[in-house]
């Protein structure tokens, strides 16, 4: 540990110390990232987030929970970053091979979920629902690869029910995009989330634009 | 253009040259401004590529996909072996607690590579008790690392300049609150506070609160042995728990680690 922490102290902390000196003051991300714990994922690896750029959320499969649901170790964050950071961004970033995303979809229907992750992941359910109508033609793995998707979508529906989101989303104030991250052929999808603007009703559909696919 | 202006300084093969280069070119002429507007607009930003410097709207899209594409080219292809091993399945020697803090990534300042971290970042990194009702998310990390996929090493990070426990030490005593989520988080980390005034409720605040961060740090590593699974494992020795303190005003890192002794019989 000692060794790597030198490391970074070396090859970063001192060749950049102007920035370190910034940053120590304050941090101004202009990204908020909600990424999943797995090992293999990490946002400023993938991504190549340096310090200061990205204020980042990780939990077991990248879920958000609905604002109806309650206090969250996700959401109180949430609220820190759009309120108080102002990030002008959210990203949810899903991955292949998900164990929480397997856990969900292994779940037997009319039980009630057993132990802490199956408590957590059901936040998905809708995302585990929506897939089964979708593909119960396709076999587990496939299944699973659909529903890693399909729940970033659920959580980017999940981000406009907090209402100071969805005001800053309305206004402009704030993006909020989507991504898929596959470490089987390493590609990386994304895809921005808006809200039609209808005048007069409140409620506008939710549409996706500007998706693209990097491989 | 005369072609003199245009050889000039492409001759040069150095940074520095081609960066003068640019800037000769970007000689008004006095025949076509629109033509001016636009050639030096794309010699602006050619500059300001080469010198490293970010354009004042950063498009967030680019961004996003110039770190992949790094990433891609310098890691994933350079490493197919392990990658394709990582592809198949993980196996993490950490369980990595730390805060979601944009300057305080474990993989930054603690180099750890794809594969070797399961990392859980929240407000002020804390874990709080087992509770099957509340903090599933919490709880659903711990159990997942420590029960399926086994990790050896948990280790809880702290770090300096802390927004979360900075509301933590300002929390307003009368319960009173201005959010919807902050607080009903942070004050997880109560006891902590309590033992900071306890001790050294005589120094400054900003003092108090540094040593908060330390003690939050190890309120998460008391919190993680009520997991029935974390105190099993860590009884037959097959789980070591560390706390880790990152400053990064003085740029230096701490870090410690929970022992348990059981004494000898103590006889009368």
Not at chain 2, 91 to 99: E, G, I, Q, S
Request: net charge negative.
């Amino acid at each position: 540990m000692k060794q790597r922490f030198l490391s970074f102290k070396k090859n970063k902390y001192m060749k950049d110390l102007e920035l370190y000196e910034k940053l120590a003051t304050g941090q101004t991300p202009k990204f908020m990232v909600i990424a999943c714990a797995d090992s293999r994922v990490c946002p400023s690896s993938v991504l190549g987030f340096q310090p200061g750029e990205a204020f980042v959320v990780r939990n077991v499969a990248n879920m958000v929970p609905p604002y109806e649901n309650g206090p969250t170790e996700t959401n109180a964050a949430l609220e820190f970053a759009v309120n108080s950071l102002k990030v002008e961004n959210i990203l949810v970033i899903g991955h292949s091979r998900c164990g929480g995303i397997r856990a969900l979809m292994s779940m037997h229907d009319d039980v009630e979920p057993s132990g802490l992750i199956g408590s957590w992941v059901s936040v998905g359910m809708n995302a585990r629902v929506k897939t089964k109508a979708a593909t119960h033609l396709l076999n587990f793995d496939q299944q699973c690869k659909h529903c890693e998707k399909e729940s970033v979508n659920c959580s980017l529906v999940n981000l406009l029910s907090y209402p100071w989101v969805e005001e800053k989303v309305r206004n402009g104030e704030l993006n909020i995009h989507g991504g898929y991250y596959d470490f089987v052929d390493c590609s990386f999808e994304k895809w921005t989330l808006y809200k039609e603007n209808n005048l007069r009703d409140e409620s506008g559909k939710v549409a996706v634009k500007d998706r693209a696919f990097w491989f | 253009m005369s072609s003199s202006s245009r050889h000039a300084g492409m001759g040069n093969l150095s940074l520095e040259g081609a960066i003068e280069g640019l800037k000769k070119l970007l000689i008004p002429n006095d025949k076509d401004e629109q033509f001016n507007k636009e050639l030096e607009t794309k010699i602006e930003k050619l500059i300001s590529e080469l010198l490293g410097t970010t354009p004042h709207d950063c498009h967030p899209v680019k961004r996003i996909l110039g770190g992949f594409q790094s990433f891609k080219t310098n890691k994933f292809d350079m490493y197919p072996e392990l990658f394709g091993e990582l592809a198949e399945h993980q196996t993490p020697k950490f369980l990595v607690f730390a805060c979601s803090d944009s300057r305080v990534s474990p993989s930054n300042i603690l180099d750890f590579q794809p594969g070797e971290a399961f990392t859980f970042r929240n407000i002020a990194n804390l874990v709080p008790p087992f509770n099957q009702l509340r903090y599933s998310g919490v709880g659903a990390a711990i159990e997942y690392a420590v029960v399926h996929l086994n990790v050896e090493n948990i280790l809880v990070i702290g770090h300096s300049r802390c927004g979360g426990i900075d509301r933590l030490m300002e929390l307003p005593e009368d319960g009173s609150t201005d959010n919807d989520f902050i607080d009903d988080w942070v004050q997880i980390g109560l006891p902590a506070k309590a033992k900071v005034k306890a001790e050294f409720g005589h120094l400054p605040l900003d003092e108090q609160k540094r040593e908060c961060e330390k003690e939050a740090v190890n309120l998460s590593l008391t919190n993680l042995q009520t997991y029935p699974y974390v105190r099993e494992r860590m009884a037959r020795k097959a789980l070591a728990l560390r706390g880790g303190y990152y400053d990064f005003v003085e740029g230096c890192f701490k870090l410690w680690e929970v022992k348990t002794i059981i004494t000898t019989p103590i006889h009368s």
